[in-house]
Antibody
């Protein structure tokens, strides 16, 4: 059974940093690209970033480019999102998700809430 | 920045049929945008329903179907059940980046 479990969310002041983690199990982690998606409370979904299976290809949404860094550790079956220079508008639930073949964002974690506020 | 637009809300009677659409500010939605559809209920993560325009997952109820309709991606729910009440999001792929639609709240009433 595919399981994705996010952690690392919490409250942080504007301008500070936070690192999210996503622990994966139930599949061969290093076979698949992985995504981060976020959702402000009560609002819609926004794609944040993707990293290929070997970290050779990475892309970001314009809203986070230059501030967020996606990475992965295939030996630890883990995905990360380093978030720097956080802004109040970064407040959201952050989900990790994986594709399967031609199906995008097939599996999702339960999400972790990041609150950026002074 | 491409905007992907959906109807904000739709209401369907139990047993009825409703069609949700997904349009792109960059033009007609085509197969190359690889439309996907997701269902999200309150307090839950999104759940994948449809991929590649028409393909269903093993867990997708048969009453859901996907298509292209008049330059838009479409999700049709036939024979709505109370448990189908949720927000539905489409997703389009733009060659390396991904854009979710604005979401449609479906009420079964």
């Amino acid at each position: 059974e595919v399981q994705l479990v996010e952690s690392g969310g919490g409250w942080v002041q504007p301008g500070r940093s936070l690192r999210l983690s996503c622990a994966a199990s139930g599949f061969t982690f290093d076979d698949f690209a992985m995504h981060w998606v976020r959702q402000p409370p009560g609002k819609g979904l926004e794609w944040v970033s993707i990293i290929s299976w070997n970290s050779g290809s990475i892309a970001y949404a314009d809203s986070v480019k230059g501030r967020f860094t996606i990475s992965r550790d295939n030996a630890r079956n883990s995905l990360y999102l380093q978030m720097n220079s956080l802004r109040p508008e970064d407040t959201a639930f952050y989900y990790c998700a994986k594709d399967i073949g031609g199906s995008l964002f097939t599996y999702w974690g339960q999400g972790t809430l990041v609150t950026v506020s002074s | 920045q491409t905007v992907v637009t959906q109807e904000p809300s739709l209401t369907v009677s139990p047993g009825g049929t409703v069609t949700l659409t997904c349009s792109s500010s960059s033009g007609a939605v085509a197969s190359g945008y690889y439309p996907n559809w997701f269902q999200q209920k309150p307090g839950q993560a999104p759940r994948a329903l449809i991929f590649g325009i028409t393909n269903k997952h093993s867990w997708t109820p048969a009453r859901f179907s996907g298509s292209l309709l008049g330059g838009k991606a479409a999700l049709t729910l036939s024979g709505a059940l109370p448990e189908d009440e949720a927000v539905y999001y489409c997703l389009l792929y733009f060659g390396g980046t991904y854009v979710f639609g604005t979401g449609t709240k479906v009420t079964v009433l």
